[in-house]
Nanobody, 130 residues
Framework: QVQLVESGGGLVQAGGSLRLSCVGS????????VGWFRQAAGKEREGIFC????????YVADSVKGRFTVSRDNAKSTVFLDMNNLKPEDTAVYYC???????????????????????WGQGTQVTVSS
């Protein structure tokens, strides 16, 4: 299983932008379905963007549609989450998670998450001030 490390979080004003990175080591993320999730304090985890390994299938949560995009740099085993027009309600810890091979449903991946702590990074905090 690939090991995941997220980075790029921080404090930003409403309307601003951030780019989060999810770097995979021990294996290439090229062959993994990857999802971005977030969890705000006191709230349940939300799957916001999930895609299979060749990006032919994607799921984007309504809460971020049109504002967040995802891209891959397979040579660097990295998946990026570009967040634009950030809002205070985007404040959360952001996690990436990865599953090898093909998955049945990217929507199910985002809705249900992935079992096993070894499929998740440690998270990066994003705080959006009003």
């Amino acid at each position: 299983q690939v090991q995941l490390v997220e980075s790029g979080g921080g404090l930003v004003q409403a309307g601003g932008s951030l780019r989060l990175s999810c770097v995979g080591s021990g294996a290439s993320l090229r062959y993994y379905a990857v999802g971005w999730f977030r969890q705000a304090a006191g709230k349940e985890r939300e799957g916001i963007f999930c895609m299979d390994s060749d990006i032919q299938n994607t799921y984007v949560a309504d809460s971020v549609k049109g504002r967040f995009t995802v891209s891959r740099d397979n040579a660097k085993s990295t998946v990026f989450l570009d967040m634009n027009n950030l809002k205070p309600e985007d404040t959360a810890v952001y996690y990436c998670a990865a599953e090898p091979g093909r998955i049945t449903s990217v929507q199910a991946m985002c809705v249900n998450g992935l079992p096993g702590k070894d499929k998740w990074g440690q998270g990066t905090q994003v705080t959006v001030s009003s």
